[in-house]
């Protein structure tokens, strides 16, 4: 009969090294649990366990987010004020043939301090002049105020 090693012994199964693992020794060589409830976890959500921890939600949004540029608001002067006046004037007057015009604006950003500018040739469609507003082609409804160059293409 031979004698076992410090280290091996063979079984019909495997090479099995033996260790000192002591409080583990009675399940080290138990099969794998397969449980009978639960189907196995695939490798995709397996390794999303491991996947980088965000600890900071948010923070890159946040970075984002303060270094995106936005415009001043122009204060107009007295005569270019007095020309858009007299545009809108005009285009009240012809609202009923939906003139077309080109129109430069500002448009409030809602998140920061400042916004954009936003230029557009397109139908003027009504002047509300309770609520001080123009109102486009597509529903866009712009304040007066907002409104910084204004003319009429036909």
């Known amino acids: 009969m031979k004698k076992e090693g410090p280290l091996e012994s063979v079984t019909s199964k495997s090479v099995v090294i033996k260790r000192d693992m002591g409080k583990y020794d009675d399940i080290i060589h138990l099969e794998h649990h397969v449980s009978k409830n639960h189907k196995p976890m695939s490798i995709y959500d397996r390794s999303a366990q491991f996947a980088p921890f965000a600890a900071l939600v948010g923070y890159d949004e946040s970075i984002k987010e ?56 397109i139908k003027a469609i009504k002047i509300d002049t309770n609520n001080r507003k123009l109102i486009l082609e597509g529903k866009i409804s712009i304040d007066f105020i907002d409104i910084i160059d204004l003319s009429i293409v036909s």
């Open 66 to 121: 303060a270094g995106r540029v936005v415009d001043k608001k122009i204060t107009l002067g007295a005569d270019k004020i007095e020309e858009i006046s007299r545009s809108l004037a005009f285009i009240n007057e012809n609202i009923d043939s939906n003139p077309l015009i080109n129109i430069t604006y500002f448009k409030k950003d809602m998140k920061k301090t400042g916004g954009k500018y936003l230029s557009s040739t």
